[in-house]
C-alpha cells in the first residue's frame, strides 16, 4: 500500500530527529566549539585543547553536563577566565604531571602540549547514521603529533573516542598518556554522587602531606581494596560518595587485574544520571582518582585513566619504571604511531539505582547491573574498542 503524503511526512520528521549531525560553527561560553548531536546526546568540543567540554542528554530536563566547568568555577571565584587547560576532559598527552625546571626553561608546561594548542579540524562529516569529528595537533616540543576520531551513531549514548600518537624522532622513548576526565558539581554533589569502577589493586598517593589540618584523609602509599580506603586516624572510609566536608586526596589503581577491559562510572541516583567510561588496559592500565572538595565552591573529581599511576613528573616516572609489576609508561618507537580507543556513555538510569557493579560489552549493547539496588540499564551500541 503506498504511504500517504502525511505518512511520508512523520517518516522524514522521524528520520530528520535521529539523524547525527555536526555543528562545526557552535560556541561555549562565546569561544569557537564543535558539536555533535543525535537524538540521545550532544557533545561540545573545543578546538583551543582538544577537551571534551560538554555533554548533554536531551532527555534530561535541566541538560546538566557531568563534566568540571572550569569556564563557571572561574567567574565564581572572580579569577580571569582561562582560555586553555582544565577544561572537562582533556587528553595529557606527552605528559601527566608537573615538569622539572629544565623542561618549564624550554617552555614545556604541565600535562604535555596537547591541552594548549590548537587542534585542526581534519573533517567533520555526518551521514548514514554517523557523525565523525577528525582533529589532529602538533606538539612542537616534544615533536609528536596527535591525530583523533570522534564518533557518534544514531540512537545511541555511547560516543567512541580513537587516538593515534605518532613521533617524528628517529629513537625510541618512553611515554605518557592520560585521559583526564573530571566531573563537576552541580552533578558532583556531596554525600550523593558515587563512583564506581571495574576490579582493580588500589594505593593511596605516595605523599607525606597527609596529616590534621591539610585536607588529606589518607595516609601516603598505602594499599587498600576499594573502596574501603585507611585514614590517618586510623579508621576506613568509603571513597564511592563525595564527602560532606573537605578533601584533597588522590588514589592509583591497577586495572588490568580486571582483565583487558576496565571502567569506571559517575551516577547521581537523585537526578537519575550516570557518566561511564569503558578502555583497555594494555593501552591504559592505571586510573587516578583525585579529589578537589573545598569547604565552598564548586566540587571536582577526577576520573583518569592513562598509562601511569599518578600525576607525577615524567623524570620521576621513568626512574621508579614501575608500580605492582606494571610500567608507568609507554613505549612509543621510533618513527612510529601508537593508539588507544576508549567509549563514554551519558544516560539516564531508573529510579532506585544505586551504583554499578558490573558492565558487559556484547552482541551491540552494553550492559550495565546495579546488585546494590537490583537494576540493569542496556545501552544499544554499534561502537567496539577496536
Not at 582533529?135 to 587516538?163: C, F, M, W, Y
Request: glycine fraction near 10%; proline fraction near 6%.
Amino acid at each position: 500500500m503506498p504511504l500517504s503524503r502525511l505518512s511520508v511526512l512523520v517518516l522524514l520528521c522521524l528520520s530528520a530527529a535521529v539523524a547525527a549531525e555536526i555543528d562545526t560553527q557552535a560556541e561555549h561560553y562565546g569561544r569557537p566549539a564543535i558539536a555533535l548531536a543525535n537524538d540521545k546526546v550532544e557533545l561540545t568540543v573545543l578546538p583551543l585543547g582538544g577537551p571534551i567540554a560538554k555533554i548533554v542528554s536531551f532527555a534530561d530536563s535541566e541538560k546538566l553536563n557531568p563534566l568540571w566547568d572550569s569556564f563557571r568555577n572561574d567567574r565564581e571565584s572572580g579569577r580571569p577566565v582561562r582560555n586553555s587547560g582544565g577544561v572537562g576532559h582533556f587528553t595529557c598527552v606527552d605528559g601527566f604531571g608537573p615538569t622539572s625546571a629544565e623542561e618549564r626553561a624550554a617552555g614545556l608546561e604541565g600535562h604535555g602540549e596537547a591541552h594548549r594548542q590548537i587542534w585542526t579540524t581534519v573533517s567533520a562529516e555526518a551521514g548514514g547514521g554517523i557523525a565523525e569529528l577528525v582533529q589532529a595537533v602538533t606538539l612542537p616540543r616534544l615533536h609528536e603529533t596527535l591525530r583523533r576520531t570522534i564518533s557518534l551513531r544514531d540512537g545511541e549514548n555511547v560516543v567512541k573516542v580513537h587516538s593515534a600518537l605518532t613521533s617524528l624522532l628517529e629513537f625510541d622513548r618512553p611515554a605518557v598518556w592520560a585521559e583526564h576526565a573530571t566531573i563537576g558539581s552541580p552533578f558532583l554533589e556531596r554525600g550523593v554522587t558515587v563512583v564506581d569502577m571495574s576490579a582493580n589493586r588500589a594505593i593511596t598517593r605516595p605523599t607525606p602531606k597527609a596529616g590534621p589540618g591539610n585536607k588529606h584523609r589518607l595516609p601516603g602509599g598505602e594499599e587498600f581494596e576499594w573502596p574501603m580506603a585507611p585514614t590517618v586516624s586510623g579508621e576506613k572510609v568509603d571513597l564511592r560518595a563525595a564527602p560532606m566536608g573537605e578533601s584533597l586526596d588522590h588514589t592509583g589503581h591497577l586495572m588490568t587485574v580486571g582483565g583487558n577491559v576496565a571502567w569506571v562510572t559517575a551516577l547521581h541516583p537523585e537526578k537519575k544520571l550516570l557518566l561511564g567510561y569503558l578502555f583497555k588496559t594494555d593501552e591504559f592500565p592505571w586510573l587516578q582518582t583525585w579529589e578537589h572538595y573545598p569547604a565552598k565552591g564548586m566540587l571536582a573529581r577526577g576520573l583518569e585513566f592513562g598509562t601511569q599511576a599518578f600525576d607525577l613528573p615524567r623524570r620521576q616516572v621513568i626512574t621508579e619504571n614501575s608500580l605492582f609489576g606494571q610500567l608507568l609508561y609507554r613505549w612509543l618507537p621510533a618513527a612510529t604511531t601508537i593508539e588507544s580507543t576508549y567509549l563514554m556513555f551519558w544516560t539516564e538510569v531508573p529510579d532506585g539505582m544505586l551504583g554499578v557493579s558490573s558492565i558487559e560489552m556484547d552482541g551491540g549493547k552494553l550492559t550495565i547491573t546495579d546488585e546494590r539496588g537490583g537494576k540493569t540499564v542496556t545501552l544499544k551500541t554499534g561502537q567496539t574498542l577496536e
